[in-house]
């Protein structure tokens, strides 16, 4: 026999075995998606020992295939929108948030004065993040109002542009005029393609901010009804969650609280197809009893 013809069957042979044993994707058409995702237990402790088994995932009804499970240790984008009309009120809670996420964050803060004004752009260091807060004392209020939809709107649409990877957004609010033209449904829909988590801590039924004569009644009804839209919708379809408080006592336990519940996340991947409709609903849930589970209600990152 022809030895070179046993030397290439030999070299076939390997050749169609080392194929066989190369691990194949079941879903050539398919890519990975992960959300941000919250579990406690009805004390509100975290639960720390959930897997992949745990979950079920769905997009618009369809099922997908949960792929893997495991605590949210990257560093999270926090982006923090203050809008206290110039009184300080959320100084002492900002600083003990901004210290507890310490080495677990990028930071980046600033403060509704008619448009929002950035003060600190992302950074990991935390001193410098806390006296720009302790810098936020009485100063020139802005009794009208302000773009607190439109800050929130740019901070999205920034988190989308770095390509940030865990992206939070972090918004403290006396209430007030808004006097941002944009709707809500745009901001929700930016909140959703930068994959954001969102969470407000608002006062209730405030006197800090006066309001100022209404010359357009109508105008300004809708524009505050986008921004509540916003406040109020922005949490759930994000898996954050929204806080009314009564005085600044609140505000600090509830920015510690968001803090631990950032340190305690997991992170669930799953597999999606990158052809057919762009899906929109998602629906996360969990097998185990006794669990509260707070999750994106949006899919992040839609096309």
Not at 4 to 13: D, G
Not at 135 to 162: C, M, V
Not at 245 to 260: H, K, N
Request: hydrophobic share 40%.
């Amino acid at each position: 026999m022809d030895r070179s013809f046993v030397t290439a069957s030999v070299v076939v042979s390997v050749a169609v075995a080392n194929l066989l044993a190369a691990p194949q994707s079941s879903a050539p058409d398919a890519r990975t998606n992960t959300v941000f995702v919250t579990a406690t237990q009805e004390n509100g402790a975290p639960v720390a020992d959930l897997v992949a088994a745990d979950f079920t995932i769905k997009e618009d009804g369809k099922p997908r295939e949960v792929l893997r499970v495991e605590p949210a240790n990257a560093p999270a984008q926090i982006a923090i929108i203050v809008d206290d009309n110039g009184t300080g009120i959320f100084r002492a809670g900002l600083v003990s948030f901004v210290r507890l996420m310490q080495g677990r964050a990028e930071l980046t803060l600033s403060t509704v004065v008619g448009q929002t004004q950035r003060l600190v752009d992302y950074t990991t260091d935390v001193d410098k993040v806390t006296s720009a807060i302790v810098s936020l004392s009485a100063r020139p209020a802005t009794q009208d109002g302000g773009q607190l939809l439109e800050g929130i709107f740019q901070a999205a649409k920034d988190q989308e542009k770095r390509e940030a990877k865990r992206p939070v957004i972090l918004a403290v609010t006396v209430g007030g005029e808004e006097h941002s033209t944009l709707p809500a449904h745009h901001v929700l829909d930016q909140l959703a393609k930068s994959g954001t988590t969102m969470y407000v801590i608002a006062v209730a039924n405030s006197q800090l901010r006066a309001m100022r004569p209404i010359d357009k009644p109508s105008v300004l009804l809708e524009e505050n009804l986008n921004l509540n839209e916003v406040l109020g919708e922005g949490p759930k379809q994000t898996g954050g969650w929204r806080e009314v408080i009564a005085a600044a006592p609140g505000a600090t336990s509830g920015l510690q609280r968001i803090a631990a519940e950032l340190k305690s996340q997991y992170a669930v991947a799953y597999s999606r197809p990158t052809k057919g409709r762009a899906t929109e609903r998602l629906a996360v849930s969990i097998s185990r009893r006794g669990v509260l589970l707070r999750a994106p209600s949006k899919v992040p990152g839609r096309p």
